[in-house]
């Protein structure tokens, strides 16, 4: 499935094996000197709770771990990061383009530094970014 694009956003949904929905998005984001896309991922049980979570609306996902997807959705949003990387460089080969990841929670931010690291994503303070 490619990626869906809106305005300010390109994104993927995915069902997992234990029937929970997976989200990707790269949002976009405009800085003075560079373009920046900034990574958006949850799991939850509906679709709708994530569209709920997106809107900024009262949703039953917020920093809440179950744990019940196991690396599925890890290794899932870790292709997902590598496939938006190869379309963002055919879509603006000649821009300052930077891909930025946070965590919501230290220990998201730990996860996401581990599964990224042959990635060749930087660390700075709080978020892991990677210059294209």
Known sequence: MNFI???????????????????????DMDYYNFKGF???FAIANK???????LNEKANPIDCKCTGKSG???LIWAKKQVKEFE???????????????IAGAD???????KKA??????????????KKL
């Open 106 to 112: 230290n220990r998201r931010f730990r996860i996401y």
């Open 71 to 73: 690396l599925e959705g």
């Open 38 to 40: 900034c990574v958006i």
């Open 86 to 100: 190869q379309l963002i460089k055919e879509q603006y080969p000649m821009d300052n383009i930077r891909i930025e």
């Open 47 to 53: 679709k709708k709770h994530i569209k709920k979570w």
């Open 116 to 129: 990224m690291k042959d990635y060749n994503y930087s660390k700075s303070e709080s978020i892991l970014y």
């Open 5 to 27: 694009k809106t305005s300010d956003m390109y994104y993927k949904y995915t069902l997992l094996s234990n029937k929970q929905t997976a989200f990707i998005g790269f949002r």
